[in-house]
């Protein structure tokens, strides 16, 4: 039983004064520190503990009662299996707490959208999660830090954020995990999804637009609690003057699947086709995508997928695209059965 508040969602009878909000720790440039205030890209990055970084935001304390740990101390570039299936695992049972209504993580930029892509598809509750990050450190002016970090604490704690899946909060915006990509190297309006946020923060108060439209969460097919172990998957990145060299060399290196960022609307060069299909008949999956940035990649157009059992990304990009295969193959290992995955999800 709970009441219903305009435009809010439902909040249970027993609301407490303040949501409970854990923050998450794992480095990255919020946690950075540069030598100069002009240092705005050269800096040494994962330097500020989690403690350090929520004691120069005092104003956080006022949106909800806050918890802090920190998990790793790392730039997202040296980010693999094992710390996705680690945090994951570890906000899942923050999630299970009736005193945890969210949970921000703090996160290098580099691959905040791959891991907030696993963690919009692992995730067993509508409890909002929050990945957030900063384009420049806190010791540089106009540091994106601290606003970036405020506003991630008022859409963890906020009701409207409820079942919308993981998010990431950047530059006033909300995106949702599985469209949001990193575009620039500096700018601090570095993240982009390709149909728009979800919303905004504006004075410390989000306000949603859209919702997303695939399932995610407690309506996919994948629960962190469930996984242990996620196969190798590599990426072979398509370029003019292409050659079979790259496939070739991940032939013996146990990926069990392999996406081809291709050009275009994923043309697969003639001279690089041979090398695909004998990936395929040495039972490694080939999954056609783009390296566009935009746009599906379609079934059986540039290239015959039912006749070579290749797969495409449908709209994904070639980074996440990864993510979502490494999930599907913890399952059935069907063609039909992984393609359906990049058109479901
Ligand atoms: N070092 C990069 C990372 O951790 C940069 C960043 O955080 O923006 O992803």
Same mark, same amino acid.
């Given at each position: 039983?709970?009441?219903?508040?305009?435009?809010?969602?439902? $909040?249970?009878?027993?609301?407490?004064?303040?949501? *409970?909000?854990?923050?998450?720790?794992?480095?990255?440039? +919020?946690?950075?520190?540069?030598?100069?205030?002009?240092?705005?890209?050269?800096?040494?990055?994962?330097? /500020?503990?989690?403690?350090? +970084?929520?004691?120069?935001?005092?104003?956080?304390?006022? +949106?909800? %009662?806050?918890?802090?740990?920190?998990?790793?101390?790392?730039?997202?570039?040296?980010?693999?299996?094992?710390?996705?299936?680690?945090?994951?695992?570890? $906000?899942?049972?923050? #999630?299970?707490? %009736?005193?945890?209504?969210?949970?921000?993580?703090?996160?290098?930029?580099?691959?905040?959208?791959?891991?907030?892509?696993? #963690?919009?598809?692992?995730? !067993?509750?509508?409890?909002?999660?929050?990945?957030?990050?900063?384009?420049?450190?806190?010791?540089?002016?106009?540091?994106?830090?601290?606003?970036?970090?405020?506003?991630? +604490?008022?859409?963890?704690?906020?009701?409207?954020?409820?079942? !919308?899946?993981?998010?990431?909060? &950047?530059?006033?915006?909300?995106?949702?995990?599985? %469209?949001?990509?990193?575009?620039?190297?500096?700018?601090?309006? &570095?993240?982009?999804?390709?149909?728009?946020? /979800?919303?905004?923060?504006?004075?410390? !108060?989000?306000?949603?637009?859209?919702?997303? &439209?695939?399932?995610?969460?407690?309506?996919?097919?994948?629960?962190?609690?469930?996984?242990?172990?996620?196969?190798?998957?590599?990426?072979?990145?398509?370029? *003019?003057?292409?050659?079979?060299?790259?496939?070739?060399?991940?032939?013996?290196?146990?990926?069990?699947?392999?996406?081809?960022?291709?050009?275009?609307?994923?043309?697969? @060069?003639?001279?690089?086709? @041979?090398?695909?299909?004998?990936?395929?008949?040495?039972?490694?999956?080939?999954?056609?995508?783009?390296?566009? *940035?935009?746009?599906?990649?379609?079934?059986?157009?540039?290239?015959? %997928?039912?006749?070579?059992?290749?797969?495409?990304?449908?709209?994904?990009?070639?980074?996440? @695209?990864?993510?979502?295969?490494?999930?599907? /193959?913890?399952?059935?290992?069907?063609?039909?059965?992984?393609?359906?995955?990049?058109?479901?999800?």
């Amino acid at each position: 039983m709970g009441i219903l508040v305009p435009g809010a969602g439902v $909040i249970g009878l027993t609301a407490r004064p303040k949501a *409970g909000v854990v923050l998450i720790g794992t480095g990255g440039t +919020i946690a950075g520190r540069g030598a100069s205030p002009v240092n705005t890209s050269a800096y040494d990055c994962s330097v /500020l503990s989690i403690d350090d +970084i929520l004691a120069d935001l005092p104003a956080a304390a006022s +949106i909800a %009662d806050i918890s802090a740990e920190q998990l790793f101390q790392s730039g997202s570039e040296n980010f693999g299996s094992a710390q996705l299936l680690q945090l994951g695992k570890r $906000i899942s049972s923050l #999630l299970k707490r %009736d005193d945890v209504d969210g949970v921000v993580v703090t996160h290098g930029t580099d691959t905040i959208d791959e891991t907030a892509y696993f #963690l919009h598809l692992t995730l !067993k509750s509508a409890k909002p999660v929050v990945v957030v990050g900063a384009m420049r450190p806190p010791s540089a002016l106009s540091s994106d830090g601290p606003l970036n970090l405020y506003n991630a +604490i008022v859409v963890a704690a906020s009701p409207l954020a409820h079942g !919308k899946g993981t998010l990431v909060v &950047a530059n006033d915006e909300i995106h949702t995990a599985r %469209d949001v990509v990193k575009t620039s190297t500096f700018k601090q309006e &570095a993240f982009r999804s390709p149909y728009g946020p /979800l919303g905004y923060i504006v004075e410390g !108060k989000p306000v949603f637009y859209r919702l997303p &439209a695939r399932p995610h969460t407690v309506e996919s097919e994948w629960s962190i609690d469930e996984i242990d172990v996620l196969p190798e998957i590599g990426i072979v990145y398509a370029h *003019g003057g292409m050659n079979d060299s790259m496939v070739r060399a991940m032939l013996d290196s146990g990926v069990k699947a392999l996406i081809y960022a291709a050009t275009g609307n994923g043309n697969v @060069a003639t001279s690089v086709v @041979a090398s695909l299909v004998d990936a395929r008949a040495r039972g490694i999956h080939v999954v056609r995508g783009s390296r566009t *940035g935009g746009g599906m990649v379609i079934r059986n157009a540039a290239q015959p %997928d039912d006749h070579y059992d290749w797969l495409v990304t449908d709209d994904q990009v070639p980074h996440k @695209a990864r993510i979502l295969m490494m999930l599907a /193959l913890t399952g059935e290992h069907n063609a039909r059965t992984l393609q359906n995955a990049f058109l479901t999800y």
